[in-house]
């Protein structure tokens, strides 16, 4: 196990602002190069030269060390794990055809824009097992039909971003392992004892943007109302006769028990286990490797797929998780290099504001800096690793601070974790180099800046309506099943108020995108 050097105590002492340095590096290092896993790499071997004191031979041998023991570490392999095997899931899914049968057989019921628009809503809330899987499939399989409807593609590209990175992070995904591992880790530099699978799940009506998200999609899905660079970008929509010579993929000889049984399965196995307190890591790799398995079996027993078939397609699935494989060991090399013990930069961080800042607005500040950090480096992932590990702890002295007996089940201690996590699911809205909102504008056929541009407003307003009618009311002791509604129904007000039907509006003196 590595310690500081003495040479690093020294240096620590002198200058102990450069315990921050790590997540820092990590984030203006991203800005610069627009590259996560580059930057986090950089970052951690920041992080042990300055633990090596500056010995750059040492550090090198240190960030290997680093490096090699994320991967050692069985929680963290329970991860891996668990992430390839659901890659592995949604690859024999999509090869078989059953999430294009599941799309296909509900597109028959699609014949209006009112319609078509809360379908790839309803689609978006199905595929919930992976973002990236529910913005590509759905994405590909309702841009003929939104060009037929003369949905424009901004307004596709919209629908499934705000849609897919929301339902991931509140549902059974490829987000949940390592969400509850950045909540373990939060634990575990604070000292405390609890169960991180628990509290994960408990912080699921705290994260308001994402389902605020969810929520207003389907309200201007359903009222047909946008405003805004949205509005414009409809209104352009109506006036153009859109010709798409795109065809969604054929899921001809399918079955859509293909894509419906294994995650089913997936589902009621976690469920099932959760009851019964099973360890929440070994829970989440026998729920992902038994529904992998039945995404195999399925179509062999149909003969929809060779065996040859079904191995191809199970090795393509893990190889798409592996980005999201190489930030979880970067984010997690990070992390270790600023433990207690190592840098403390939890500790310092605690030293600075612990006594300023008041507990109440924790949650707002955990939200607004998720989103800072979030739109900067145009990752949901590497911000959650970078503050939830930081904020748990701090969280945890300020409210210690105000004396009396804390609880992991604390309304504030609660809100400032799903604040975190809500928080970066806003900011990878709003960042034009978030690989999500990339892959929208890829997906949908639509101008990447036009994306962002029409998306902004709408990402502003719930972000704003979670602090005003959640965040802050909740810091000040308002329970979460009030601050939830108050939200939705601001937000969704909102949109009918500040909306416009596109047909209504007047077509000269909106200005038209390039």
């Known amino acids: 196990m590595l310690e500081p050097s003495n040479t690093t105590s020294s240096i620590l002492e002198t200058l102990p602002w450069l315990r921050l340095s790590p997540p820092v590096l990590a984030i203006v290092l991203a800005i610069a190069f627009k590259d996560v896993n580059l930057a986090l790499v950089l970052a951690t071997l920041g992080g042990c030269l300055l633990l090596c004191g500056l010995d750059v031979f040492q550090a090198v041998n240190t960030l290997c060390e680093v490096l090699v023991n994320q991967l050692a570490d069985a929680d963290h392999a329970s991860v891996i794990l668990f992430t390839v095997l659901l890659g592995a899931m949604i690859g024999l899914m999509n090869n078989s055809g059953g999430t294009n049968a599941v799309v296909d057989r509900m597109a028959r019921y699609a014949n209006t824009r009112q319609k078509g628009q809360l379908l790839t809503w309803l689609l978006g809330l199905i595929v919930f097992f992976d973002d990236y899987a529910n913005t590509m499939l759905i994405g590909g399989a309702m841009r003929p039909l939104s060009d037929r409807l003369k949905i424009s593609r901004a307004k596709l590209a919209f629908l499934i971003d ?31 004892e609890g169960d991180a699978g628990s509290i994960f799940f408990a912080t699921i009506p705290f994260r308001l943007y994402p389902i605020l998200a969810i929520t207003t999609v389907a309200a201007i899905a359903y009222t047909g109302r946008d405003f805004g660079p949205m509005l414009r970008a409809e209104e352009e929509a109506q006036r153009t006769v859109m010709e798409s010579k795109e065809a969604a993929g054929s899921s001809a000889g399918s079955s859509v028990w293909f894509a419906i049984l294994p995650v089913t399965a997936l589902v009621l196995t976690v469920l099932v286990g959760y009851f019964n307190d099973i360890d929440a890591y ?17 179509p062999l027993i149909a003969r929809r797929m060779s065996i ?32 207690p013990g190592r840098l403390d930069t939890a500790g310092y961080i605690i030293s600075l504001v612990g006594d300023v800042v008041r507990p109440e607005f924790l949650p707002c500040i955990s939200f607004l800096a998720a989103g800072a950090i979030a739109v900067s480096i145009g990752s949901s992932f590497t911000t959650m690793a970078l503050l939830v590990p930081m904020f748990i702890p701090l969280c945890w002295s300020v409210l210690a601070g105000q004396g009396g007996s804390v609880t992991v089940d604390h309304p504030i201690f609660l809100a400032t974790v799903g604040a975190i996590l809500a928080g970066a699911i806003f900011g990878d809205h709003c960042s034009p180099i978030s690989d999500t909102t990339v892959l929208s504008s890829a997906a949908a056929g639509c101008n990447h800046l036009q994306h962002v541009a029409t998306q902004l407003p709408y990402a502003i307003l719930m972000a704003a309506c979670s602090l005003l009618f959640g965040y802050l009311p909740i810091g000040f002791g308002v329970p979460w099943w009030i601050a939830l509604p108050l939200s939705s129904v601001a937000c969704i007000g909102a949109i009918v108020f500040l909306g416009r039907l596109p047909g209504n509006a007047a077509s000269s003196d909106q200005p038209e995108i390039n």
């Open 162 to 192: 705000a849609t897919a990175a929301p339902i991931a992070g509140l549902a059974l995904s490829s987000w949940t392992a390592f969400e509850i591992d950045q909540v373990t880790a939060g634990l575990s530099a604070a000292g405390i």
């Open 282 to 298: 070994r829970l989440l790799l026998l729920a992902s490797l038994g529904a992998a398995t039945l995404a195999a079996v399925l």
């Open 308 to 339: 040859k078939e079904c191995s191809e397609s199970w090795v393509s699935g893990i190889g798409s998780m592996m980005p999201a494989v190489i930030v979880l060991i970067l984010a997690w090399a990070v992390s270790d290099v600023c433990r």
